[in-house]
Each structure stands twice: as C-alpha cells, then as structure tokens.
C-alpha cells in the first residue's frame, strides 16, 4: 500500500502477519492519519528527540514530553505493545559552547572585582555600547542616523522607538524586543552604579550588582574577546551535566517516564565518524577544510532518494537553515551549496574537540540523532517523535543522513510531532524569552493540573497555556477529584457498615441506566483513543460519567450501590492511571493515589506523622469546645468552631468533611496541597470580587461627587469659565454662547446642543437650591 506527503515522496505502509490493535496515527510523513503496524509482531521502537542542555527546562520541554509521555502510556498500558523507547541529551552543541564559555568568562572576571569602581563602570559602559551596536545597530543607524557611542544616545533611541513599544520596531525583528530589555536592564544597573559612586557606596554587593544586571552584555563582550583562550573541556561537560540533571528532575516532576535508554552526544563521537564516513563512502557527503558536509544536490533524487519528506516546502530556506547550522556555523569554509548542511564541524579555538579522519572538530546537530537512534535501535525504526518546529531542516536531515548511509527509503515508519506551545496567546519562543520554566509553572499549579491541560489538547495542534485554559483544567481535575472523594467515602462507610445496618438492594433502572452509561463511555474511550490517541474526546467521555455519576450519588447513601459506583470509580481511576494522571496505585484501587514523592509516601505509611497532626487539631477542639461549656458560651460560638474545625483544620491535614442533609457528614481525604491550593484560589477569587465591588462604589460615588459638584454651578456661569472663554467670543443674556473664537455665528445645530445642556444644568442647579432651603 502506499500513500504519498507530496506528489515525490513515497511512503510505504508496513506489513505484518501479527493481529493489529486497529491503532490510526497522524503521521508526518503522509499528513494523514494511517494505521499504526509494528515492524517486529507487538514490539515497537521508538526514538524521541531529548533536551540540548544550556539552561532551564521550560513550557515547551513539558509541552513535547508530557504529550509523548501520554502517548507511550496509553500504548504500553492500555494497547499493550511491548516498547522500547530511546531518547538522546545533545550534551555538545552551539548553544552549550556558547553558554559555557560565556558563564566561566563572567566567573572569572567577576572574581577579579573587589569593589564598585569607576574602571569597573566604564568597561561595563563600553560592553553596554557593543552590546546595542551588534544588537540593535540597524535600529540605531536608522533612528539616529549614526551607531551609538554613549549612554546619553541610548537614551534618545529608546525615545525615539517609545521605549521598545513601536510596533515598526517590534515587527522589524522577532528578536528584537529581548535585544531592548536586555540593553535596558544593564543601562539601569550602570545608572544605578553611577548614583552609588557618588554616595560613596562602592562595596562588593554593588559590584555584584552591577555584574548580574550587565551580564548579557558583559558575557558577550567577554566571550568575543577571550573566548577562543578557553581549552578545558570540563566546562562545557560540566554545564551539560548540570541542566541533564536539572532536566530529568523536572521531567520526574512531571510524572513523565524515564527512556529505557539515554545516550549523550559525546559517548558516540566514534559512531558518529564512522557513521560520516560510510556517507561519503556511499558519495552524499564531502570533506572540506576540515568540516565535513552533506551535497543535498548528489542525494536529492537519487537512487530513489528524497529530500525534505516532512517540509518539501522549506527547501533552500536560507533562515531556517542558518538556524539548523548553529551561531557557531556561519563561517562555512569549502561548502558546495547554500543547501549543505555540516556532519562534522572543525573545531575552532575556544571549542571543544575530538580526533576524526578529517581532523580535530565536533559532530553537527544533525547527525547526532541519525547515529544515535539508529546505534540503539537499527537500520529502520517505527516511531520518532519530537516538537514541530524541529520539522525541517532537523528531521528532515537526520532521514536524509540515515537514509543516505543505510542506502534506504525509509528509515522512519512513523514520525509524529507536537504541536506549538502558547503563551497567554503568543507562540512561546526561548529566543524571545516569553517562556515559563517547569519550575516555575510547579510553583502555581500541580503536575496533575498541568497534564490535565494536555489532555483536553490534541497532542498534534497547538497548546494553550494560559490562565484561562489552566483555570478550565483545574476546574476538571477537582471534579474528578471530588468524584474519587466521594466514591473512596462512600465505599469505605459501606465497608465499615454493620452487615445488619447494611439497606438490602436490588439492582433497579438507575443502576442499569449507570452500568449502561459506563458501557459507553468505555467503548467512546476505546474508540478515541485509536483514533491517533484522540485524549480530549476521551476525556469528555469520562467527564460525562462522572457526572451521571455524581447525580446518582445525589439519591442517598440507603439508596445508593456501591458496587456500581466501584465499578465507574475503578474504570475512571484505571483511564487516570493510563494517562499518567495517578502514581502507579494498584489496577482495583480508587483515586489518585500518593501525590508526592518517596518521601512523601513513606510518611503516609509513618504512622505517627500520620495519626498526630489530628490528634493536636482534635484536642485543640476539645479544648475549646470544653472552655465554652466551662464559660457559658452560646450555640453560635460552638457552630463557629465546628466550621472552623471542617474547613481550616482538618482540610490543612488533608481530610475534607461534607454535611449531608441526613445529618450524617461524608469524610474524605485529599491532598493538602491541592486543599491549599483551591483554597488560595477561592480567597484570590472572593478578594478579586471584593476589590471590584470596592471600585465599582469608589467610581460611583466620585461620579454621585461630580454631580453634587456640578449641580452647584449657576446655569448662566457653566459657558463663561476660562476655558470656555478659549471656544466662544459672545454670549446671550443666559450666558449661552452665540459666536465662536473667531466671531462667527454658532450652527443652529450647536447652538441646539448648548440650550440642552444649559437647560440640564438648570434643573440640577434648581434641585441643589431647593436642597439647600429644605
């Protein structure tokens, strides 16, 4: 069988003899949905591109790998295939060499400086001054009509672009924007050092402050300076490592499940060269200076090669392309065509470097991937994933490369890509830095709010990560959360039940009716989920029957099964599970289970820390209510503790208590965090309401003012205050103009429009006197 991305670019449906799970993916290569068929009976490689390690995890990592983290979950745990996933830490690249450098140059230098000094300022100055100069210059050149040469014209070109905010200058350059706040933040960290140095306030901190607030600027003065002087290798490793680490950290805290296997760059450099090498053996690639390209003309429609197979669109798009080469490939010495991308990059001074045929250098981004997948997991693979903006020229050349030494056609059966990030409505873009760190996102809402957002996303379209889609996400979570509350109370009270107090039930038309539901909902689920992992419809799925649910539960503890409501919380709890939305609680429990980490569930097994905490609310209760009795105190005073006892402290221990009008109250337990959260979440809401209401009166009565104001000027006065004078020259015996400023007659429709607002303020002005007389 065979379908086609473009007229040129063929794709083969794979073939087995092995029974298929009836799995339809949205496949890159075809832009169609095509069923899904291992290569090897259930068994099914996969390889996804991992993390460059120069800084902070952000939004857009956990928009790629929480989504292909769902996926994998729901084809290992709900389909059954046996997997074996790969994913690569590029630990050498551009940006680390860059950043490293640019770190330990700043390290250094800032260890030198002692104290606030006027050398220290001036060579902060004339980085600042560079900085815009290579920045911002075409802006300067044009505004000013000269480069910049001083603070004092920094100042005049943030005028002349309103500060940053002229949408000629914002739509000139994406960049451009970062580029000004940068600039900004080290001329007022310099205007700041300057009011210190005269004040005589010129310790260590306010060099240290200076130093933080320039460091943009200073890094990358020292960098193209001194640069080329940094040989230890261990400073760009250790920079890699740092972020893996920090990487993985954030990935676990997301609930995103570790590879079966991780490679790092540099622990396949001998791989990779002979992976090169074979290339140019099969005639795709040439040596030149040192470096090593791909002839994109001596591949493309050869031997049934094609280039491009994702974006055959993109070919020769010189930005895209200069992006795929790194800031440190623009000197390309001895490259054929515009199109040829680097396999191996010569090392220059400052970089680091392995031996290899063609002398000391480094892999290019590419071929990293290329060698690594296929190391691990052969000459042909099924899946490969990662975001869509490494479409072309990244996945592009890695299929051309593998392609190219293999003698192949497709050396990916499946490629599969996440969609754009969002931010507040704008495409997230590190570059731009309009991005929010994992950490950061942590600090707000939970890992389970955050994949519940991605859930209700196609996991190929844009996501959306805003207040508003976050606030929709929370609001789902906590009704399903609601829902295993009440079902674990539920099965827990009939479980403690005396058998005799135990209601003896038949199974009636609101059982059948729920048990037919739960038959749906497993089949729409089913079905979605085949659907190329369609979760937002699954989702709607499970959120309808959890609400026919609740709605039963509405009848009554005594006319209630809790069998019924086992069997939905069970099937609910389980599609939780497969997402990732649980820990990995056993298959017939009900809920979320644990939220934290191990620590966390050793203490849920410590009894002491467990039982104590209630134990000190419970007698701080007994307490109180006991000085009420011994004092008096009145029914009310007795109420308000209770409430106090059921929604401060007892929730604060992660234990919720509902009143039912039977007169018994449900007990459920929940996480404190998330207790915390809603609970913070609920006051922002009521104080928001509040200050509203609060402005809403503010600004009615300064308008109720204004009127009292206005109502005590004479109707004869209101045309003849000083600025009135500047409109009109002559006025009637009321006092209503009748001539403009320069003498001419008022137009009948003005003079109309006067005599109205004369005659209002007569009236108000009439009312106010009879005010004043009562």
């Avoid at 010129?202 to 300076?225: F, I, P, V």
Wanted: aromatic content about 8%.
């Amino acid at each position: 069988m065979m379908s086609s991305s473009s007229k040129t670019s063929p794709w083969t449906q794979p073939e087995s003899a092995y029974p298929q799970t009836g799995l339809k993916v949205l496949n890159s290569l075809t832009k169609s949905k095509v069923p899904f068929v291992p290569r090897e009976g259930n068994y099914v490689s996969w390889y996804g591109c991992g993390p460059t390690v120069y800084d902070a995890a952000h939004m857009g990592h956990a928009c790629n790998y929480v989504t292909f983290d769902i996926i994998r979950r729901i084809m290992e745990d709900y389909l059954g295939y046996d997997m074996n996933v790969v994913m690569n830490i590029t630990d050498i690249d551009d940006k680390i060499i860059l950043r490293a450098r640019q770190k330990h140059l700043l390290k250094e230098y800032s260890a030198k400086v002692e104290n606030l000094s006027e050398q220290l300022v001036g060579e902060v100055s004339l980085a600042f001054v560079e900085f815009v100069n290579r920045q911002l210059g075409d802006f300067v050149e044009i505004k000013l009509g000269r480069k910049m040469t001083n603070e004092n014209d920094w100042k005049e070109f943030a005028r002349a672009i309103d500060y940053g905010k002229d949408p000629a200058f914002i739509a000139s350059d994406l960049k451009a924007p970062m580029h000004f706040n940068a600039a900004k933040t080290t001329f007022e960290a310099l205007s700041v050092a300057r009011i210190k140095l005269e004040s005589g306030q010129t310790g260590k901190a306010e060099a240290s402050a200076l130093l933080a607030g320039a460091e943009d600027a200073l890094s990358q003065q020292l960098d193209r300076r001194h640069g080329a002087e940094v040989t230890d290798q261990r400073i760009f490793q250790d920079l890699a490592s740092y972020w893996e680490k920090e990487f993985l950290e954030d990935m676990d805290a997301l609930n995103v499940r570790r590879p079966h296997v991780m490679t790092r760059v540099s622990e396949f450099v001998d791989e990779i060269v002979q992976f090169i090498q074979r290339i140019i053996d099969n005639g795709y690639a040439y040596e030149a200076d040192g470096s090593v390209y791909f002839s994109v003309k001596e591949f493309d429609g050869k031997n049934g090669h094609f280039y491009a197979k994702l974006r055959p669109t993109a070919k020769g798009n010189a930005e895209l392309l200069a992006d795929g080469e790194g800031s440190l490939g623009k000197e390309a010495l001895g490259k054929r065509d515009k199109g040829d991308f680097a396999l191996w990059k010569r090392s220059k001074p400052g970089e680091p470097r392995w031996a290899s045929p063609w002398g000391e250098g480094r892999p290019g981004w590419h071929i990293e991937c290329s060698v690594m997948a296929s190391e691990i997991l052969g000459q042909q693979i099924d899946i490969h994933t990662g975001g869509i903006d490494l479409t072309f020229p990244h996945h592009d050349n890695e299929m051309s490369q593998s392609e190219a030494c293999f003698e192949s056609h497709q050396w990916i059966n499946y490629f599969m890509h996440s969609g754009h990030l969002h931010i507040e409505g704008q495409k997230m873009s590190k570059s731009l830095k309009n991005f929010i760190t994992i950490k950061e996102a942590l600090k707000k809402y939970t890992a389970r709010q955050i994949r519940m957002l991605f859930l209700f996303s196609q996991w190929s379209a844009p996501l959306y990560f805003d207040s508003e889609s976050m606030e929709e996400a929370v609001i789902v979570e906590k009704l399903i959360g609601n829902f295993f509350a009440n079902a674990t109370a539920i099965l827990r009270d009939s479980r403690e039940r005396p058998a005799e107090s135990e209601p003896r039930r038949r199974t009636l038309a609101p059982e059948l009716e729920l048990l037919e539901a739960l038959k749906d909902t497993q089949a729409q689920v089913h079905r979605s989920l085949l659907d190329s992992f369609d979760t937002p419809t699954a989702m709607r799925a499970i959120q309808d029957i959890v609400s026919r649910t609740n709605i039963y539960l509405q009848r009554g503890r005594d006319l209630i099964d809790p069998q019924v409501v086992q069997a939905v919380a069970e099937y609910v709890t389980r599609i939780m599970r497969v997402f990732g939305m649980t820990n990995e609680n056993p298959a017939h429990s009900v809920g979320w289970g644990p939220s934290g980490s191990g620590k966390a569930s050793q203490d849920a097994a410590d009894r002491e820390s467990m039982l104590l905490p209630v134990a000190r609310v419970l007698s701080d209760f007994r307490d109180a209510v006991r000085e009420l009795a011994l004092t008096g105190g009145d029914k009310q005073s007795l109420l308000k503790l209770c409430d106090k006892l059921r929604d401060q402290d007892l929730p604060s221990l992660g234990i919720v208590i509902d009143d039912h009008g039977d007169g018994r109250a449900l007990v459920k337990l929940a996480d404190p965090e998330e207790l915390q959260r809603e609970r913070e979440r609920q006051e922002a809401k009521a104080a928001e309401i509040l200050a509203i209401k609060q402005r809403k009166a503010q600004e009615a009565e300064e308008k109720r003012q204004a009127r009292i104001a206005k109502s005590k000027q004479p109707p004869q006065e209101m045309f003849r205050t000083p600025e009135m004078c500047e409109l009109y020259s002559e006025w009637d015996e009321r006092g209503i103009p009748t001539k403009d400023k320069a003498g001419e007659e008022l137009t009948k429709s003005k003079l109309k429009k006067l005599i109205k607002e004369y005659e209002a303020q007569k009236k108000l002005y009439e009312k106010f006197m009879q005010s004043q007389e009562a």
